[in-house]
């Protein structure tokens, strides 16, 4: 035997299933919204990742620059100390030598 139910109890189930679908609705839209969030973070990052490999290889070029500034002046300098050295050495011999009398 069928059991039937009230028009009133029908009309709760009703409202019941009504309320658990805004319920899901407002869920899903949340869940919605937050993937529209990762896609532009994701977005970001990405935009982020291009940038940083950009300033890694102007970072490397300028580092290369860098040294390549500095051993100048670093062999500018043994240059220096070297023709400074050369000249003293050469005083010195010359004096030797006219004190010996050549």
Not at 18 to 26: A, T
Not at 61 to 66: I, N
Not at 69 to 83: A, I, N, Q, S, T
Request: proline share 0%; aromatic share 2%; no cysteine.
């Amino acid at each position: 035997m069928e059991t039937s139910i009230s028009r009133a109890e029908h009309e709760e189930f009703r409202r019941r299933i009504e309320e658990e679908n805004s319920r899901q609705n407002r869920r899903l839209e949340i869940v919605e919204d937050t993937m529209r969030q990762i896609g532009a973070l994701t977005t970001s990052v990405e935009k982020l990742a291009v940038n940083m490999e950009g300033m890694l290889r102007e970072q490397e070029q300028q580092s290369e620059r860098l040294r390549t500034l500095e051993g100048r002046d670093g062999e500018k300098w043994r240059k220096v100390v070297g023709l400074i050295g050369a000249s003293v050495l050469s005083a010195i011999v010359g004096f030797i030598l006219a004190q010996i009398g050549i």
